[in-house]
């Protein structure tokens, strides 16, 4: 089992930044992907970002990419996803998820999640 704790969500205004963190505990050997993903309200669950275990590849969504970053600290054993010039549209509820398989994007693919964190962005 792998267990996510996310952290850093809160109120933004559109152009400002923030922070979320993930911290991962647990049989993390059998996980090759983090991911961040968002779920706005009355929409389904999409992509934001994904970085591999082994080789910290990055890959983002279209949507986000050169505005997000995510980042991975192993001393901490933390996944961070660093938010800047934030738009109304990013409002939603940011979830950490852990896989096998590098690069997958969908949320089928990955078998641990965190709770999840509030991001509200207001224009």
């Known amino acids: 089992q792998v267990q996510l704790v996310e952290s850093g969500g809160g109120l933004a205004q559109a152009g400002g930044s923030l922070k979320l963190s993930c911290a991962v505990s647990g049989r993390t050997f059998s996980t090759n992907s983090m991911a961040w993903f968002r779920q706005a309200p009355g929409k389904e669950r999409e992509f934001i970002a994904a970085i591999t275990t082994n080789s910290g590849i990055e890959s983002y969504a279209e949507s986000v990419k050169g505005r997000f970053t995510i980042s991975s600290d192993n001393a901490k054993n933390t996944v961070n996803l660093e938010m800047n010039s934030l738009k109304a549209e990013d409002t939603g509820v940011y979830s950490c998820?852990?896989?096998?398989?590098?690069?997958?994007?969908?949320?089928?693919?990955?078998?641990?999640w965190g709770q999840g964190t509030h991001v509200t962005v207001s224009a």
């Open positions: 998820a852990a896989g096998r398989y590098v690069g997958a994007r969908s949320p089928t693919n990955y078998n641990y």
